[in-house]
């Protein structure tokens, strides 16, 4: 090993009372390098209760037009910015990619959510081998199939029946 390569080596390990040598924190070993992110377009559609959003991604600096406008116009709660946001986030590619997305149906909730999972979709269709073990054990291509359930005859609503009267 080279003078440098010694020297990350005592910076990046403690040396416990036993001597052995240990790392608080996972370092990149020196035989696998860190796998370059593949950037390249991609499109897919995510559907969450009665929401769709067609998605689609391209190589950028982390612009997001909804409907032709801003994710922070669009999407008001930051709660809703960071669902739509977790995809980017679990692969640590936030700014790396533009999304264009159309949303339709649905209320602000489920267009979040179908959003989030065409972003998942998106970038599982850009690298399959290195995305999708880390988007799939997140829960982030599984679509939520959750609706409302419809109304019966005879009660208020799915479930809700009128009061009973016993005379």
Known sequence: ?????????????EVNEDGVAYSSESAPSLETPARPATIAPAGATGRRKEAVA?????PGT??????????????????HQQVVNEPFANLQLEGRFDVIARIHGGGITGQAG????????CLNEVDVEANRPSLKKAGLLTRDA?????????LKKARKAPQFSKR
């Open 146 to 154: 959750r609706v409302i359930e419809r109304k019966k005859a005879g």
């Open 54 to 58: 067609r998605v689609r991604i391209v």
């Open 1 to 13: 090993m080279n003078e440098t390569a010694e020297v990350e080596l005592e910076e990046t390990y």
């Open 114 to 121: 179908a959003l989030r999972l065409g972003v998942a979709r």
């Open 62 to 79: 982390g612009q997001w037009t909804v409907n032709g406008r801003t994710l922070e116009s669009y999407f008001p709660n930051k709660l």
